[in-house]
């Protein structure tokens, strides 16, 4: 990875875009492409607030770090192959977890934040949340299915949503979400929930199932960041919130005007971030390669919310905002 440059806060790949504006590609320091290169979180006068670095971790992988802490939400970096692009994910794939690339990716953490069971969301959490000591938060499904895969116990904290909960450096706010769905029949991939009883140890991806939808605001105490873990929004749930950022999914087809009742219902943010737009069976260690149309959601947050920043972060590429 190239240094990054420290003048713009954008790092190599980075796509920098203003919502009423063309793309800008930013590469080795320049601006090439239609469009200009906006002005930066530090160059608005911001400096007050506490910088909060966000880093892309592929999928809807993201670490949240301040000076103080480390927040991870869907830490998913093994990225087994399971076609899930290339024709539909396969049920019976098995359920692989790579310690050396979750360890080459992941360095800390003092919380992960679950928002759904689903595999490419939560199949590293166990691995993560042993090696850092982090708090987990998730549904009773989704803890129970962590469980099953030899999750630390005492680390575990069972969230439905309407919670607010203090950390050291930041606070995390839960609010309940849904799935988005799909077909004709507005189904949910590898839908149900797993209560009660910790079942047996999932082996494929089938195993892993959604298990209620969670969305998070996390307040590193004037920077904060919304990330919902699915194209779909629950608008009377989050009446009033107002995130510094808003991660912001490809896809939502079956919901109507998903974009723009999230922007709406955000207070329109002054920073939208793409998240799970990748192909996530291609390596993270290269440029993202497409799967869900971002351009397609640029678009539509420049028509609903023109005076929000658009920002695409490249695999592993960082953002500072304060």
């Known amino acids: 990875m190239e240094e990054r440059q420290q003048s713009t806060g954008v790092t190599r790949r980075r796509l920098w875009i203003t919502a009423g504006t063309g793309a800008a590609l930013v590469a080795g320091g320049k601006l ?63 359920i692989e977890v790579y310690p050396e690339v979750i ?15 689903h595999w490419d969301h939560i199949a590293d959490v166990p691995y993560v949340a042993s090696r850092t000591g ?28 309407g919670e607010l909960y203090r950390f050291d450096g930041f606070t995390v706010e839960v609010f309940r979400s849904s799935h988005s769905a799909s077909g004709e029949h507005k189904r949910i991939l590898f839908s149900g929930s797993r209560l009660g009883e910790v079942p047996k140890r999932p082996k494929r991806i089938g195993d892993l199932v959604e298990g209620g939808s969670l969305t998070y605001l996390v307040d590193f105490g004037g920077v904060s960041f919304f990330n919902a873990g699915s194209a779909n929004v ?21 919901t109507p005007d998903y974009v723009e009742r999230l922007l709406e219902a955000t207070g329109h943010p002054p920073y939208v971030v793409p998240t799970h737009w990748d192909d996530f069976d291609e390596p993270l ?10 351009e397609a959601v640029r678009d539509r ?21 304060n």
């Not at 803890?143 to 895969?149: G, P, Q, T």
């Not at 995130?243 to 490809?250: E, I």
């Not at 260690?285 to 971002?294: L, Q």
């Open 234 to 254: 629950l608008g009377r749930e989050i009446e009033g919130v107002r995130p510094t950022v808003l991660f912001l999914q490809p896809g939502g087809g079956h």
């Open 32 to 94: 090439v492409g239609d469009g200009a290169l906006t002005a930066s979180a530090e160059e608005a006068g911001q400096e007050d607030r506490p910088p909060v670095e966000a880093r892309w971790l592929g999928t809807n992988a993201w670490e949240l770090k301040s000076e103080h802490a480390t927040v991870l939400i869907d830490p998913w970096v093994s990225r087994f192959p399971t076609g899930a692009y290339k024709g539909g994910a396969d049920p019976e794939t098995d």
């Open 103 to 117: 360890d080459e990716h992941v360095a800390a953490a003092d919380c992960v934040l679950v928002t759904h069971g």
């Open 301 to 321: 947050v420049a028509a609903a919310s023109p005076e929000s920043e658009f920002i695409l972060i490249d695999h592993l590429e960082s953002h500072v905002f």
């Open 285 to 294: 260690t290269e440029p993202a390669v497409p799967a869900g149309d971002w």
């Open 134 to 161: 982090a708090t987990v938060l998730g549904t009773e499904t989704h803890l129970n299915l962590l469980r099953a895969m030899d999750a630390p116990e005492a680390q575990l904290g069972q969230v439905s949503g």
